[in-house]
């Protein structure tokens, strides 16, 4: 069953979604020692990774990825990287060699298919060797879409053994982009996905009903999904 929780306002939100990562990576290490926690971009989660800083005293023994990035140097405005550096992993000082960055100055089969190498070499596997990260934290767009995985897009269809895909023709600038295959999503242990504002009121409902490819949210793992949004995107009640 997903958890959907709903605060009163932005702020609430973020603060609630980073008393979760914490609590999730403190339990990931409590039970194998090292958490596996990957991160979005995107205009939600910035406050949360602000609070997340303090939230977690202690970064040893947490490893850094992300669900996927723009094919830009690093420190382009537009990185996911730089996002995530100036709002947490600097605050936090966490160490850059548990930081897995997304190459996206290589382009976005290059970038792919290094990153796959090292999911393969970093994080933990499971017996068909898809990575199995502890947390993955997830914005989701308008139109349902999460990571760079958009509405009916052939990545949807990369099967389960991809680990991680070039985007070529992104809905959203710019059009490369390199992103964690629906696969590596749905064998997370735990997916958050955030929202916040009216104009992902449809986006979270759509995501919460049923499974189809013109809404990648909706694909998520539903036991092992949680939901964290504002009253603004909180999807309407179920008439009965």
């Not at 194998?32 to 997340?52: D, F, N, W």
């Amino acid at each position: 069953m997903t958890r959907l929780t709903t605060f009163a306002d932005a702020e609430a939100t973020a603060s609630r979604a980073a008393e979760e990562i914490a609590r999730e990576v403190n339990r990931a290490r409590e039970l194998r020692g090292v958490a596996h926690l990957a991160l979005s971009g995107g205009s939600t989660p910035e406050r949360t990774y602000e609070l997340l800083a303090d939230a977690l005293e202690d970064w040893a023994a947490v490893e850094i990825w992300f669900a996927d990035e723009r094919c830009v140097p690093p420190e382009d405005e537009e990185s996911n990287f730089r996002l995530a550096k100036e709002t947490l992993l600097r605050p936090a000082g966490i160490d850059p060699a548990r930081v897995h960055r997304m190459e996206g100055e290589l382009g976005a089969d290059e970038g792919a298919r290094r990153y796959a190498d090292a999911l393969r070499e970093h994080a933990p596997l499971d017996a068909s060797e898809l990575p199995v990260l502890d947390l993955i934290v997830l914005g989701i767009g308008p139109d349902g879409h999460v990571a760079s995985l958009f509405p009916g897009a052939p990545t949807l269809d990369a099967g389960e053994h991809a680990i991680c895909l070039g985007v070529h023709d992104s809905p959203k600038p710019p059009p490369e982009r390199i992103t964690l295959s629906l696969a590596v999503l749905r064998s997370a242990r735990r997916c958050l996905l955030l929202a916040t504002g009216a104009g992902k009121a449809d986006a979270i409902a759509a995501a919460l009903a049923e499974p189809t490819h013109h809404v990648p949210a909706s694909l998520l793992v539903r036991e092992r999904l949680t939901v964290i949004v504002d009253d603004a995107a909180s999807p309407p009640p179920v008439q009965r």
